[in-house]
């Protein structure tokens, strides 16, 4: 029986397998008296299932025998018949659909509440609800059929909420949440790639998929929780499932492996269940050094390849400002590069030591009034802090020591050739020397 991302328990159908079967209708081509919430359900799992790459599944809703009875010409185009039912493989019937709006409870003090008293519209002795603060409920059920065994495989129960804004943009919400559990759900029952989570002991987790399944070592694989209920029985909630963690391959035998969590930004528990993440991680990472304890100051943009893995490069571009040995500042831009070792690797929390260098190209004006410049050399190491914020962000703390070469040659250029700059004294020499603590978010995608 397939799972369900619902937080409910699976019902049992009501009979052994649906009797009569529709095709979703076109909202443009049939008239309001047909066309229900149901058909613009049923429309999107179809063009999800399409988007999935996933053939021979049928997308249904059940029709009663009254309804064709009283409508039987404007009903019978729709109506799969037994031959056209044969040419798929299993069919997603969709029992039911709802969208239910209404006014979002907030808390009030009572000044508010007396000037709504009085000026709020009233619509036949009852409060407008406030505009702005609309909760849009989406409820899905629907059931799995093998068609040709007319075998009733399991339940599909999905609810999809979205509170705040007006009635359009909540019902917009609502609506993109319920697209994303139903990728989630398909994604699950019929991927290869898709595995329950057998054990989960700390940041170690057993999956039931393997080698059989294409797994490898090294793999990333996403882990999804279902949604779940919390509160009472009258002020019960559902809170979102979703892809809480990400976890790294480390052991493959045929029919499970054992995965290590790299990251994970919100808990998983039990019903929990794990995706093949394809591809590589990569990272953009803004950093802002300030002039703390050296007059050296910088923004970088950098590139980071081989994100959570024990070793991790990158290389990246700057603009920095550097006061010279005159006490002027020097403004400019720079290349760096960098590696870092990861010592300490937790799920919401990662440790390591970092050294790099950086070519730094400084300008000002020299005593003749020409624009200069002079090449910054330095090296640096220090210790390295990221704290998963998000899916896809961190706040990165870098502190640690630079050395630099200090320089005194300043040139610039004419045409071709590369001439000496003018100073009446000696030339300002800049250095970037000293300890340093900077500050950044890393992008990951």
């Given at each position: 029986m397939p799972y369900t991302i619902s937080a409910r328990a699976i019902q049992a159908p009501a009979d052994d397998a649906p009797q009569i079967l529709r095709a979703p209708l076109a909202r443009d081509r049939e008239g309001p008296?047909?066309?229900?919430?149901a058909d613009k359900v049923a429309a999107t799992i179809q063009e999800i299932l399409y988007r999935l790459d996933l053939e021979g599944i049928l997308v249904a809703i059940p029709v009663d025998t009254?309804?064709?009875?009283?409508h039987p010409f404007e009903m019978q185009h729709s109506i799969y018949d037994a031959d056209e039912l044969q040419l798929f493989d299993e069919a997603i019937v969709v029992r039911s659909a709802v969208l239910l709006q209404s006014a979002a409870a907030r808390p009030r003090d009572e000044r508010?509440?007396?000037h709504e008293s009085f000026f709020?519209?009233?619509?036949?002795?009852?409060?407008?609800?406030?505009?702005?603060?609309?909760?849009?409920?989406i409820t899905l059920q629907a059931e799995y059929y093998d068609i040709e065994r007319e075998q009733y495989l399991g339940a599909l129960q999905i609810q999809a909420e979205s509170?705040?804004?007006?009635?359009?943009?909540?019902?917009?919400?609502?609506?993109?949440?319920?697209?994303?559990?139903?990728?989630l759900e398909f994604t699950r029952i019929y991927s290869a790639s898709a595995g329950g989570v057998l054990d989960a002991a700390g940041s170690r987790m057993t999956l039931d998929i393997g080698s059989q399944q294409g797994v490898d070592r090294n793999m990333y694989m996403e882990i999804i929780a279902p949604d779940r209920i919390t509160g009472e029985a009258e002020t019960e909630g559902i809170v979102d499932g979703g892809v809480v963690a990400l976890g790294a391959v480390l052991d493959v035998a045929e029919e499970c492996c054992t995965l290590r969590i790299v990251r994970q930004w919100r808990d998983h528990y039990p019903g929990s269940w794990a995706l093949y993440r394809p591809g590589s991680l990569f990272a953009l990472q803004l950093t802002v050094t300030p002039a703390l304890m050296v007059n050296y100051s910088n923004y970088t943009l950098h590139f980071h390849a081989g994100v959570e893995r024990a070793l991790e490069g990158g290389g990246g571009f700057s603009i920095l400002r550097a006061q010279d040995s005159q006490g002027r500042d020097d403004y400019g831009f720079g290349f760096s590069g960098f590696t870092l070792w990861r010592f300490l690797n937790r799920p919401r929390l990662d440790g390591g030591v970092r050294c790099g260098f950086d070519?730094?190209?400084?300008?000002?004006?020299?005593?003749?009034?020409?624009?200069?410049?002079?090449?910054?050399?330095?090296l640096h190491v220090g210790f390295t802090g990221e704290i998963v914020l998000s899916p896809g962000t961190d706040l990165v703390l870098f502190g640690g020591y630079r050395h630099g070469f200090k320089n005194s040659h300043w040139n610039y250029s004419r045409e071709e050739e590369t001439l000496p700059a003018y100073w009446l004294g000696e030339a300002p020499e800049v250095n970037n020397t000293g300890f340093f603590l900077s500050v950044g978010y890393k992008w990951i995608f």
């Open positions: 008296e047909f066309y229900s919430f009254e309804r064709i009875e009283s508010h509440a007396l709020t519209p009233y619509d036949q002795g009852r409060r407008a609800p406030p505009a702005g603060n609309i909760r849009t409920t509170s705040g804004g007006d009635s359009s943009r909540s019902r917009e919400r609502a609506w993109k949440k319920l697209e994303q559990k139903l990728v070519f730094d190209i400084p300008f000002r004006k020299d005593d003749d009034g020409g624009t200069v410049s002079t090449l910054l050399f330095s």
